[in-house]
């Protein structure tokens, strides 16, 4: 038997909890299109994200290494993909919308810029006076605005679900600054896991890097509670981690997260016992969450890589040199934007000259940039 589209949102209503958002359900998209015989409306936009040229760039621009520091670390599209991996498992074990979830987070980085958070912090800083630079209102603008794909429409014309899902991504390095859906709602169940999924994803997979890369150690880690923690429960006491036992770590540490967040939404959910999909929007609280113990540990994690690894010497000079290559390029096309391609210069007049300069740096990747600035400024380079 085919399974239609029917079929599919059928067994989303018969098998969900009562507090999941069914494809079935959805408010639309906001621009009329036929949905697909076999496919539900969020599993057609997973696939619009994933065909999206904003997504495919994503191989090539920075996690916490700049793209050419070596094969082996994260970049935004592997540390994305890891992210729907993790929320397609909360969202699997919550008995809620995995498509969805698996959307969200797909979508969640989709504006970010070239260089990672240097990145966005100097473009930020470069657009203070025409209204900042935040890549969660990015990647919104991106699917909504600067995808080009139809012939009635910008953006992807996504459902106003996996939008608002979007919109409302927040964990404490990325805080939202859409205002299109109603600022007293919360993120859906979906959206909450996603949010938390990439933080989890986030801390574990920049630890793994951090100690491939050798700017952690192993002894400088045992000030941690959650890394003894750790060494208890795989009965490990040495002092140089091979690559097998840095791999065990860090999966300890996603399953003990994981874990973490399951029991502890599980007795949130059981208590509340939400009748819909509103009930966890309009709730004062988070639903999706760590328990208060697992915060303090990871709040400690989080203070740590940050004092040990984000501002490490040879991590900073890597964002150092972001910045330079960023700050020359918008200097450069502000000054002259008849270097822009005509796709942006003719969005000048309706968005402003700093605005368009800043999209079309942030669509680059980290080799895009990287060559842009030996065009403009190499004199060696054909222009």
């Given at each position: 038997m085919l ?20 494809s079935?359900?959805?408010?639309g ?10 496919r ?5 936009d ?32 592997t ?16 008995n ?11 979508a ?10 240097a ?18 209102h ?57 949010s ?6 986030y ?33 490990w ?6 690559e ?47 328990s ?5 540990l990871?709040r400690?994690?989080?203070q ?17 040199r972001?910045?330079h290559f ?14 822009l ?8 007049d ?18 895009s ?12 380079m054909?222009?």
């Amino acid at each position: 038997m085919l399974m239609t589209r029917q079929h599919l949102e059928q067994r989303e209503a018969d098998t969900l909890a009562p507090y999941a958002l069914l494809s079935r359900s959805s408010r639309g998209r906001f621009h009329h299109d036929h949905e697909p015989h076999y496919r539900t409306a969020f599993q057609r936009d997973k696939d619009r994200i994933v065909h999206s040229a904003a997504f495919r760039r994503l191989e090539y621009k920075t996690q916490v290494f700049v793209n050419d520091a070596g094969d082996y670390y994260r970049t935004r599209l592997t540390h994305t993909l890891e992210v729907a991996q993790i929320g397609r498992s909360l969202a699997r074990a919550l008995n809620v919308n995995e498509d969805l979830t698996e959307t969200i987070c797909l979508a969640h980085d989709l504006g970010h810029p070239p260089f990672g958070h240097a990145g966005e912090h100097i473009l930020d800083a470069l657009m203070a006076d025409a209204g900042g630079f935040n890549h969660n209102h990015q990647s919104y603008r991106v699917v909504t605005e600067l995808e080009d794909r139809y012939p009635d429409w910008r953006g992807l014309n996504l459902t106003q679900e996996t939008l608002e899902g979007i919109a409302r991504h927040e964990t404490d390095y990325d805080r939202s600054q859409v205002t299109d859906f109603a600022p007293d709602r919360r993120g859906s169940v979906e959206a909450q896991i996603a949010s938390i999924a990439d933080e989890l994803a986030y801390n574990a997979h920049d630890l793994d890097d951090g100690l491939q890369a050798g700017l952690l150690m192993p002894e400088q880690l045992r000030e941690l509670a959650l890394w003894r923690q750790l060494c208890d429960r795989l009965g490990w006491q040495g002092t140089r981690l091979d690559e097998v036992t840095r791999h065990r770590f860090i999966r300890e540490l996603v399953g003990l997260a994981v874990d973490d967040v399951l029991t502890t939404t599980m007795q949130r959910l059981t208590a509340l016992q939400p009748p819909t999909p509103e009930a966890v929007q309009t709730h004062p609280h988070m639903i999706v969450t760590y328990s208060e113990a697992f915060e303090v540990l990871n709040r400690a994690l989080k203070q740590f890589l940050y004092e040990n690894m984000y501002r490490h010497f040879s991590v900073v000079r890597m964002q150092e040199r972001a910045s330079h290559f960023i700050s020359h390029l918008f200097a450069s096309y502000l000054r002259e934007p008849r270097q822009l391609p005509p796709d942006y210069r003719h969005q000048i007049d309706r968005q402003g000259a700093a605005r368009v300069v800043a999209d079309y740096i942030a669509s680059m990747t980290d080799r895009s940039a990287l060559l842009e600035y030996r065009h403009l400024f190499d004199p060696m380079m054909r222009p």
